[in-house]
């Protein structure tokens, strides 16, 4: 994961809550928004209420599509890898993890799929306590073989984690802003409809350019990037949150006088493989020497990548949704290559005593 902005405690302490007029998947997204206005949370409005912040007992977390799964395990409306799974053989019998109700008479908690999806479909970011932390890594650390010789499938640690969790009834409060990861989703999950919007905002600056045409063009998800630079428009909106100098020179315009100048994702979840136009980033082949003094950056041409999103933009042969799914692979490798660029250049800073 590479970060854009910092992963914080506080979640709905001194946050206005905004309803957002979107249609199709995102249509059932609200923003937190700040004191200062600004967007810093989006979240699915069927979620609970979103708790002041993280402390002991109240855990926050990236809203994923792996969804509570595992609580229909056993029963016929279970998905096929988990028709046969046998819950009791990780949590134990008497475990809130359990999706058996309990027998009359009974006090015993248990986990129905509706309630594992609204509080433990999480993956990272994971946000808790130091103690819940110190509770919840023995249990995930033991369920993970269990689920595993089940499951022997990807994704078995992150059904561990979110069992562990059940198991000690540690809720966590999902948003789907802390990242952005696989561009073809249509999810509400993700935080993709920040960067659909990011690609047909129009700013000020783009107006006296002219480098739009009626606010739409996808080109903008890399346009001044460099090698070791990011997007202007990225560059604008991190300003604009006050966070950090993610670009190596001064002369960035700023959103000044813009009322809505759109959000960014906490982080870059790239556990997908990116490419478009001769670009490609995939975390397993990274190359082992990457960090180190003689480490050569990643080649980046952000020309080409622009002059192919603008190809895509014309193609009347593509769908709306393929058109996304590219503009958003453009957008990860816009980022994700700068900021490994960006790393180099402070390994070799701090590392190796030289630029």
């Not at 948003?175 to 000020?204: K, L, N």
Request: net charge neutral; with cysteine; aromatic share 10%.
């Amino acid at each position: 994961m590479m970060a854009l902005r910092p992963i914080l405690p506080g979640l709905g302490e001194g946050m206005t809550l905004t309803s957002v007029s979107r249609e199709g998947h995102y249509r059932d997204l609200l923003e937190y928004k700040d004191e200062n206005g600004k967007v810093l949370l989006m979240r699915q409005k069927k979620l609970p209420p979103l708790p002041a912040r993280v402390t002991k007992g109240v855990a926050a977390g990236q809203h994923f599509g792996l969804g509570g799964f595992w609580a229909s395990s056993g029963m016929k409306n279970a998905r096929p890898s988990f028709r046969h799974f046998n819950l009791t053989a990780v949590c134990g019998v008497d475990s809130p993890c359990s999706n058996v109700p309990p027998s009359k008479g009974s006090d015993r908690a248990y986990t129905t799929r509706e309630f594992a999806d609204k509080n433990y479909a999480v993956g990272p970011v994971y946000i808790a306590s130091a103690q819940d932390w110190m509770d919840l890594l023995p249990r995930w650390h033991d369920f993970m073989p269990r689920v595993h010789e089940q499951y022997p499938q990807l994704l078995a640690e992150m059904y561990a984690f979110t069992m562990a969790a059940a198991d000690m009834q540690l809720k966590f409060a999902l948003s789907s802003s802390y990242m952005v990861s696989d561009p073809s989703t249509m999810s509400s999950t993700e935080a993709w409809v920040w960067i659909d919007e990011y690609a047909t905002r129009v700013t000020p600056q783009d107006d006296q350019s002219k480098q739009h045409t009626n606010g739409k063009t996808l080109r903008s998800v890399c346009d001044g990037a460099t090698s070791n630079s990011l997007p202007t428009k990225t560059l604008h909106l991190l300003e604009n949150y006050g966070y950090g100098k993610y670009h190596d020179n001064s002369d960035v315009l700023s959103f000044a006088g813009v009322s809505n100048p759109g959000a960014l994702p906490t982080v870059l979840h790239y556990c997908q493989n990116y490419n478009l136009a001769d670009h490609k980033f995939a975390k397993r082949k990274m190359h082992h020497e990457f960090f180190r003094c003689n480490g050569e950056p990643l080649k980046f041409d952000v020309e080409i990548l622009m002059k192919e999103l603008d190809t895509i933009e014309k193609d009347g042969g593509l769908s709306e949704n393929s058109k996304k799914s590219r503009m958003r692979t453009g957008f990860m490798l816009c980022h994700l290559i700068p900021l490994m660029n960006m790393a180099l250049a402070d390994y070799k800073l701090d590392v190796c005593g030289k630029q």
